[in-house]
């Protein structure tokens, strides 16, 4: 296992392996959550956006909050 981490430092190696599941899972997590627009969003920080991405889609958040303002402006320029 030493070393593993450095694989998931490459978006595209996260995306092809374990992301790709969370832009088909999003939208029905989301539905079964079925949350009104306007809530505050926290994004962890793991993963690509994915999930983010398509909260932002669906959801309509009032804000989304993360560890990096520059990764949640990226996920909402994409959008």
């Not at 995306?15 to 969003?41: I, K, M, N, Q, T």
């Not at 398509?54 to 909050?65: E, F, G, I, K, Y």
Request: charged share 20%.
């Amino acid at each position: 296992m030493a070393g593993g981490g450095a694989i998931w430092g490459r978006g595209s190696a996260y995306e092809r392996s374990v992301g790709r599941w969370s832009s088909r899972v999003a939208p029905l997590v989301l539905d079964w959550l079925d949350l009104p627009a306007g809530l505050s969003w926290l994004d962890v920080g793991c993963g690509t956006g994915a999930f983010t991405g398509c909260s932002l889609d669906r959801t309509a958040p009032a804000r989304v909050v993360g560890p990096s303002a520059a990764s949640c402006a990226k996920v909402a320029r994409c959008r």
